[in-house]
């Protein structure tokens, strides 16, 4: 490609030549004919050509031919790059940053006040996400996904708001509790879990996965998955759970067996009636740095001919003054 501009160029530079050329011969052999060369064509013109005054003229008008014929040059060349089309490229490297972040919620009787709390929590964080996409799966004897992994904001805040709204019900079954009561027994922990972390799309992809996993862990009843076989399952697919447990430390046990659970994943426990919230367990999600996707480098070119183009602007309004001056 610029080897085709160096030749469009200097093939205006030849047509240049051969006009002048052209030119050049035409006019001598338009002033010099045979016997007239010497022959004077005003009486005394000799004592013209003496003249100071005539002297300066002439060399005026010699020197607007020489910036006509320098102009005419100039912009002829320059009318030829932009006829061919400079170009320029640049290479880029797609950047991606990827943060997944699944709320997974324990729906149970016992964990209306937490629930609330995280979706409260993450609707206000919604305003400064940039990229992350946001899941929701709810969970008590069964577990139900509310919306799969998303970056569409406004999708995700108009679900977050109705799951609020369904937390203070009259009805005898609420909205929330709809396909959650399909197993035997309540707060399966582990069916959950492992629910959750199965939501997570593109495993191929080198993504920040996390779950934030809001229950009590007061299982009643038998699960298919129990929670150290779901938090293995979460660490083997690069998943980590940061637990929020409001009853921590009232039950050493229980609490003890979360902890190890979401430990195991590289996450942590929080217990959410000591110094902890909900906002600084989100925080401590946020904070773990984004996997930056590389793409595969690719050259970009594009027309730039700006430059030029007002270079050609300047040749031809200078030629246009020379030639209006000098008056041909």
């Keep these: ?42 009486a005394r013109a000799e004592r013209l050509r003496s003249l100071p005054s005539f002297r300066r003229a002439l060399q005026r008008r010699v020197l607007a031919l020489c910036g006509i014929l320098l102009l005419g040059v100039a912009t002829t060349i320059v009318a030829g790059v932009v006829a061919a089309r400079p170009m320029s490229s640049q290479t880029i490297q797609p950047v991606n940053t990827s943060r997944d972040i699944m709320l997974c919620l324990d729906v149970s009787g016992s964990m209306t006040e937490v629930d609330v709390e ?18 929701l799966t709810i969970f008590n004897s069964s577990p139900v996904q509310i919306f799969p992994l998303t970056d569409d ?23 929330h509790w709809i396909g959650t ?3 035997d027994g309540a707060s399966l922990i582990g069916d ?8 997570f799309d593109r495993p191929d992809d080198q993504r920040s996965r996390s779950v934030v996993f809001a229950t009590d862990n007061e299982i009643n009843g038998a699960s298919i998955v129990t929670l150290d076989e779901a938090a293995g399952y979460a660490r ?3 998943v980590r ?28 426990a929080y217990g959410l009636r000591d110094t902890t919230t909900v906002a600084d367990i989100i925080a401590e999600v946020q904070e773990q740095e984004a996997t930056e996707l590389r793409g595969e480098a690719q050259v970009v070119w594009t027309d730039t001919p700006d ?20 008056r041909l």
């Design 153 to 175: 904001y406004e999708f995700v805040r108009e679900h977050i708001a109705r799951i609020k709204e369904s937390f203070d019900y009259v009805d005898e079954i609420p909205e």
């Design 1 to 42: 490609m610029a080897l085709a501009n160096v030749w469009m160029i200097v093939a205006a530079v030849a047509v240049v030549l051969l006009a002048v050329a052209v030119g050049l011969v035409l006019g001598l052999r338009h002033r010099i004919r045979p016997g007239t060369a010497d022959r004077a064509r005003i």
């Design 118 to 135: 995280v979706l409260t929590v993450f609707e206000e964080l919604l305003e400064g996400f940039e990229g992350e996409r946001i899941g």
């Design 307 to 326: 430059p030029w183009i007002v270079v050609l602007s300047i040749a031809l309004l200078s030629l246009t003054a020379v030639l209006w001056r000098v």
């Design 181 to 183: 009561l399909n197993g």
């Design 241 to 268: 759970v940061f637990a929020l447990n409001p009853v921590q430390g009232k039950d050493a046990a229980v609490s003890a067996e979360l902890a190890a659970a979401a430990e195991i994943t590289g996450g942590a």
């Design 192 to 199: 959950g879990l492992a629910a959750c972390t199965m939501a």
């Design 236 to 238: 083997a697919n690069g």
